[in-house]
């Protein structure tokens, strides 16, 4: 099993900026992605931005490209998601996922999630 924490949330003004990170803990070593999905309240969940643990590979929503980046801290196995430019429609939960054999829209690992709220 692997657990996922993250931090990082909170609340700011449009165009401001956010880093999320995402620690994981337990059967870390056999992990093969690392990602970042988010929900607004009545949207689907949207798949935002995954990261390939071995190689670096990144993925990205076409919503978040060129404003959002993704990172991981093989050391501290943690990943973080930089966020700028933040516009209101990127208010959401996000939640961090992990999976150890692939790197999808339904990994198997989720965290409790953080909340993203951005003012006009």
């Known amino acids: 099993q692997v657990q996922l924490v993250e931090s990082g949330g909170g609340s700011v003004q449009a165009g401001g900026s956010l880093r999320l990170s995402c620690v994981a803990s337990g059967y870390t070593y056999t992990l093969y992605c690392m990602g970042w999905f988010r929900q607004a309240p009545g949207k689907e969940r949207e798949r935002v931005a995954a990261?390939?643990?071995?190689?670096?590979?990144?993925f990205y929503a076409d919503s978040v490209k060129g404003r959002f980046t993704i990172s991981r801290e093989k050391a501290k196995n943690t990943v973080y998601l930089q966020m700028i430019s933040l516009s209101p429609e990127d208010t959401a939960m996000y939640y961090c996922?992990?999976?150890?054999?692939?790197?999808?829209?339904?990994?198997?690992?989720w965290g409790q999630g953080t909340q993203v709220t951005v003012s006009s």
């Open positions: 990261i390939y643990i071995g190689s670096g590979d990144t």
């Open positions: 996922a992990a999976d150890r054999y692939y790197c999808g829209s339904d990994p198997s690992n």
